[in-house]
Structures are given as structure tokens and as C-alpha cells.
């Protein structure tokens, strides 16, 4: 696999991500005042400011991976 192409990917994730979370931000800070509880269309944008927000600290975190050891055979 060319892993200049999928880092391209990812980097153009990340980027689309960074702007859906910033038209959803305005989209919030222009939306009127809602009626706590009741407005299902402000639940959904603050739902998905949510999974905006874990999406793109999934592509910022590194896990772990274990680095394949091998065993090396001593003289005995």
C-alpha cells in the first residue's frame, strides 16, 4: 500500500473535519435561543459537534503498537 497516498487521505479527513466543526460552530452561534430539552434540531447539532470533536481526536491520537521482538538464542 502507498503510504504517502493513504497519509494524503487522512490528512484531507482531518481537513474536512476541521471545517465541518467550524460551519457547525456558527451554525450554533447563530441558532436562537433554544427550549431546553425540546429542540430537536439543536440536540442533533450538539450531537454532532460531539462526533466531530471525537473524530478528530481519533486522527490526533497515536496508539500504541507493540514493536515484534525476536528472541535471541545465547551460547550456553
Known sequence: MDQQLYEQSLDRAYDALIAARS????E???YPTPISGCDQQYIRLMSDRTRISQAIQSLNHQPFVATPRTLEQTAA
Open 23 to 26: 460551519l457547525l460552530q456558527r
Open 28 to 30: 450554533i452561534s447563530s
